[in-house]
């Protein structure tokens, strides 16, 4: 299930640029991740890290940038995600890194509402002039 979660996502990612203007790719020795960017590099938004070992980690932390840069948009986001069965992401989590099990997103429904989730922030992100149209 994790490895075609995780496929689906990457295909997501990489077939429709309302989902990601490009993907990163870790380097790690042990684990390995994807990244889908969005914004040019140098100055792209990140949203969430998807890892070998079977979680999908939302990048709070590193969402610096408007719109995210404000706790408000991070909570919507937060609360949207919320809708996904399986996440609880916790209201104290706004400022880290929490993760959820891949396994999570192998109901179509559930993998439906998760990259809604990303495509309102996608929009948001390019809202605020982050992304290229």
């Known amino acids: 299930m ?11 990612a990489e077939e429709n640029r309302e989902k990601a203007d ?9 684990s390995g991740s994807f990244i889908p960017m969005f914004g040019p590099r140098g100055s792209a938004q990140t949203l969430v890290a998807v890892w070998t ?12 940038r408007p719109p995210f840069s404000d706790v408000s948009e991070r909570r919507a986001l937060r609360e949207l995600l919320n809708e996904v069965p399986g996440v609880a992401i916790p209201e104290s989590a706004l400022d880290k890194r929490p993760a959820f099990p891949l396994s999570t997103l192998a109901d179509k429904a559930s993998l439906a509402r998760f990259l809604g989730a990303l495509d309102w922030a996608a929009a948001k992100a390019r809202a605020a002039g982050q992304t290229a149209p």
């Open 53 to 64: 070992y079977g979680s999908v980690e939302v990048q709070f932390q590193w969402m610096t």
């Open 22 to 30: 490009w993907i990163w790719w870790g380097k790690g020795d042990r």
């Open 2 to 12: 994790r490895v075609r979660s995780s496929r689906t996502l990457l295909a997501a």
